[in-house]
């Protein structure tokens, strides 16, 4: 059974950081390419960071990011990672991490429409 389990999410201040895990089960990661979105309430789900192996680790992230987050892959443990510091409340929202197994992305790798299979979310809240 194809599987995302995203964790790591939780209750920080600004100006902290959290390192969110996306395991994957039933496929190999390694293929294929991970995107990271988050979803605020009463807003629609926004990229926020992608990797994919061709090119080697080509890695993709969202203009609001500003170098705060890294995005990283652990292929042993068939992992995707999400590191995020300099935390901010508009940061606060929910995070998924999502895959494409049928077909091949065609647009942009942080337009969640590419995307077929998605994880259940770990809420991220900053508080000022």
């Known amino acids: 059974q194809v599987r995302l389990v995203e964790s790591g999410g939780g209750p920080v201040q600004a100006g902290d950081s959290l390192r969110l895990s996306c395991a994957a089960s039933?496929?190999?990661?390694?293929?294929?390419?991970i995107g990271w979105f988050r979803q605020a309430p009463g807003q629609e789900r926004e990229g926020v960071s992608s990797?994919?192996?061709?090119?080697?680790?080509?890695?993709d992230y969202a203009d609001f990011v500003q170098g705060r987050f890294t995005i990283s892959r652990d292929n042993a443990k068939n992992t995707v990672f999400l590191q995020m510091s300099e935390l901010k409340p508009e940061d606060t929202a929910v995070y998924y991490c999502?895959?494409?197994?049928?077909?091949?992305?065609?647009?942009?790798?942080?337009?969640?429409?590419?995307?077929?299979?998605w994880g259940q979310g770990t809420q991220v809240t900053v508080s000022s």
């Open positions: 999502a895959t494409r197994l049928a077909g091949m992305i065609s647009g942009s790798y942080l337009d969640a429409g590419e995307y077929d299979t």
């Open positions: 039933g496929f190999s990661l390694d293929w294929y390419t």
């Open positions: 990797i994919r192996n061709f090119p080697h680790d080509t890695k």
